[in-house]
């Protein structure tokens, strides 16, 4: 059975730096990639949607299913976040 996400899930903690932190360009006005773990262990990402510009550039074994979203991020949100997310 295909992974489903479940959009009960609530926002439970911020993985990183809040966008304001990381940029000072970001005011609570802008909208700014962030990162987030959601109440049952899923993690949301805010970011561009690019799905239509790399849907024809996917690497092999790479697909999109039908309500997925290719979204780009820049690294340094990661960057920060990492000390957030556990090794594995």
Not at 66 to 73: A, W
Request: charged share 30%; with cysteine.
């Amino acid at each position: 059975m295909a992974w489903q996400a479940d959009p009960s899930a609530l926002f439970d903690r911020r993985l990183g730096q809040s966008p304001q932190e990381r940029d000072p360009d970001c005011d609570d006005k802008k909208t700014c990639p962030d990162m987030w773990r959601l109440t049952n262990g899923d993690v949301a990402v805010i970011g561009q949607d690019l799905t239509e510009v790399y849907r024809t550039r996917l690497p092999d074994g790479v697909a999109l299913d039908t309500g997925e979203r290719l979204v780009v991020i820049p690294g340094i949100v990661l960057d920060h976040a990492k000390k957030d997310i556990p090794d594995a």
